[in-house]
């Protein structure tokens, strides 16, 4: 099943800041971000495994709930290469190793 | 480098055709998965192999099966192509559920 991501798409100016939501309705295993631009692969951001987590690099952050239900992935000041789609990636608790992903939110930032 | 690669980029297939799509990954991964991507859609999983000859439905199997008879090949098969089967299709790897997946660049397929 499909985890939900909101905002659905976004536009943002240069330096601006963006937050990113992922939810399921299980306990989580783990969750994973990706970013994907135009004709392109998606490519690696971050994984997180333990309630309550919270990592990151650059600008770019991601923080996981202590009920391992939810994700947030948090862009700051952000940059014209951040523009893309964010795709969050989950793996349930108890289940397989199946790695499903939600629809993705388009991000778009302008000069 | 690490790769995952995708036999073709685009393919154009007729209906009812037989279908193949090959991924190779060279990290000597556990897990491999083959996803469908349309717009509005996201990446939606179609098959998932944890091992050789190992498999397990995703999300949208319906109308698709898979081969992984070597560690580093994952086949999807499209027993009898569609037109609604048109789509870009994605091959990733994994070495285990905790590490990050690997994506090929893709095989846009047209079924005409």
């Known amino acids: 099943q499909q985890p939900v991501q909101s905002p659905q798409a976004v536009i943002l100016r240069e330096g601006e800041d963006a937050v990113i939501n992922c939810s399921s309705s299980?306990?989580?295993?783990?969750v994973h971000w990706y970013r994907q631009k135009h004709g392109e692969a998606p490519v690696f951001l971050m994984i997180l495994l333990k309630g309550g987590e919270q990592k990151g690099h650059d600008k770019i952050s991601a923080s996981f709930n202590e009920k391992k239900q939810q994700s947030s992935l948090y862009l700051t000041a952000s940059q014209l290469s951040y523009s893309g789609t964010y795709f969050c990636?989950?793996?349930?608790?108890?289940?397989?190793?199946?790695?499903?992903f939600g629809k993705g939110m388009k991000l778009t930032v302008n000069p | 480098d690490v790769k995952v690669t995708q036999s073709s980029r685009y393919l154009v297939k007729r209906t009812g055709e037989k279908v193949f799509l090959e991924c190779v990954q060279d990290m000597d991964h556990e897990n491999m998965f083959w996803y469908r991507q349309d717009p509005g859609l996201g990446l939606r999983l179609i098959y998932f192999s944890y091992d050789v000859k190992m498999k397990e439905k995703g999300d949208i199997p319906e109308g698709y099966s898979v081969s992984r008879e070597k560690k580093e090949r994952f086949s999807l098969i499209l027993e009898s192509a569609s037109t609604n089967q048109t789509s870009m299709y994605l091959c990733?790897?994994?070495?285990?559920?905790?590490?990050?997946?690997?994506f090929g660049q893709g095989t846009r397929l047209t079924v005409v």
């Open positions: 299980k306990a989580l295993y783990s």
């Open positions: 990636g989950t793996i349930t608790q108890g289940g397989s190793e199946k790695l499903v």
């Open positions: 990733a790897s994994s070495l285990w559920e905790y590490t990050e997946a690997f």
